[in-house]
């Protein structure tokens, strides 16, 4: 059996909905599927997850929705009319939406997700109608009865580990087609909770590990996951296979194919990832798998830079000699909520790397601050620019130079490199570089393994 999931730019009007059908209907093993909300159809559309915050911002601020809710519901019925789906088939789909206002919510925060949500849950029961009415039998399946059950906050949720158990007694015809929204799942008190930006990725691989499939297909828009950005190189080379940890690490610094929080249940479950194109299926694509008796193709499989990061450098004598010098600093970032990325570190100085995107120019004030006063370091200095490329491949790890093949390129393009460090893994080597040399360093070492 075989869970196949659908992205929003795959589910974005008629014409992508039959090409998502045609797929599914093309392999009797795709038997679950796993909904997005419609994404954007041209360059300058508006995705129906876009419309629905938009709609919960005008609620929670007492202010006029009905032409954001008329846009949402529009979509919808833009998508039934192609396939002359009678129009009271989308009764409880358009009543659900007008009645969100109304629902009871903890807290806006409850409120705000309830509203995302509903973009893959109207697109799951548009889903099963449709494939009913071309004849096939489907049967929209919510979280709340597949037992999809979550914890966390309710706009950043994560799966409890009771979902696998729940889902190990869902029961199911062998001749019908399952189709569950992405996205979401349902906390204890019975409220909607939704994973983080993507996450319908995460129900796919949730769904596949539960289930027991054979296979998980993440259908998207590109053929392949590449060996790094095609903005930044062209035509790099596709990734035809790759391990779990490879794909880990290379999502990390910002590969956004895949959601890569929606490893984790498929690296618990074993289920390997086929990650494919929509429009061009019979393309082989990206197959993630298990690391146990891989055989790497390559020395490196993917290069890849993340411009979100900025660093905090500290340098004072004796440090190695400070006992709970570095606690009182975590101490500090923890009390303001602020995890850190790295932390290398010599016997007089520590690097704390950050995400940009987790902090403002106040808490920078505050965070520095408070270190200063409490540590009292000789020199204390906020790095803004700050870039972090990885280099990633199974087959570095029995790979002697690799990291002289690698600083060697950046060293004839004058590319300065004020952090490198090797996971334990071996797999993986991270540069840290300025942001305004983050493009040509993935250029300068792609073209040192690739290019050759």
Do not use: C
Request: no cysteine; aromatic share 8%; charged share 20%.
């Amino acid at each position: 059996m075989k869970v196949v999931k659908f992205g929003g730019s795959s589910l974005a009007d008629g014409e992508t909905f039959a090409q998502a059908i045609k797929i599914i209907t093309a392999d009797p093993e795709r038997r679950v599927i796993v909904t997005s909300a419609p994404g954007k159809r041209t360059p300058d559309d508006i995705k129906v997850t876009d419309l629905l915050i938009e709609y919960a911002h005008r609620v929670i601020n007492k202010q006029p929705y009905d032409d954001v809710l008329t846009q949402i519901i529009s979509r919808y019925q833009a998508i039934a009319k192609y396939f002359n789906l009678p129009a009271e088939k989308l009764t409880d789909l358009i009543q659900r939406l007008h009645d969100l206002p109304a629902g009871k919510y903890p807290n806006n925060h409850y409120l705000m997700a309830a509203f995302k949500a509903h973009g893959e849950r109207s697109n799951a029961m548009l889903m099963a109608a449709v494939l009913n009415h071309l004849g096939y039998e489907a049967r929209f399946v919510t979280p709340t009865e597949a037992g999809i059950r979550v914890t966390g906050t309710p706009n950043n949720a994560n799966v409890i580990p009771e979902t696998y158990s729940l889902l190990d007694h869902f029961t199911a015809k062998q001749s019908e087609l399952l189709v569950f929204p992405g996205f979401y799942g349902i906390t204890l008190a019975g409220h909607i909770a939704t994973f983080s930006r993507g996450g319908s990725d995460i129900t796919g691989a949730i769904l596949a590990r539960g289930l027991h499939a054979d296979l998980y297909e993440n259908f998207t828009d590109v053929d392949a996951i590449y060996s790094a950005n095609p903005n930044v190189i062209d035509d790099p080379e596709p990734i035809t296979k790759m391990t779990y940890r490879e794909m880990r690490e290379l999502s990390y610094a910002g590969f956004s194919v895949f959601h890569d929080e929606a490893l984790i249940p498929a690296i618990q479950g074993n289920v390997p990832i086929n990650v494919k194109n929509t429009q061009h299926p019979e393309k082989p694509g990206t197959l993630i798998v298990p690391d146990k008796n891989f055989q790497p193709r390559d020395i490196v499989t993917g290069i890849v830079s993340g411009k979100h990061f900025a660093a905090l450098y500290l340098h004072k004598y004796l440090l190695n000699k400070q006992i709970g010098f570095t606690l009182r600093i975590l101490q500090i970032l923890a009390k303001h909520g602020i995890s850190y990325e790295h932390m290398p570190s010599g016997i007089d100085d520590i690097t704390i790397i950050l995400d940009r995107d987790q902090i403002n120019d106040q808490l920078i004030d505050e965070v520095s601050n408070e270190i200063q006063e409490t540590v009292n370091p000789d020199h204390l200095e906020w790095i803004d620019n700050y870039a972090i490329t990885m280099v990633v491949g199974e087959g570095m790890r029995n790979r002697v130079g690799v990291i002289n093949d690698i600083l060697e390129p950046l060293a004839k393009n004058h590319i300065a490199v004020p952090m490198i460090n090797q996971g334990a893994s071996r797999i993986s080597i991270m540069i840290g570089t300025f942001d305004k040399d983050a493009d040509n360093a993935v250029r300068a070492i792609y073209h040192r393994f690739f290019a050759n």
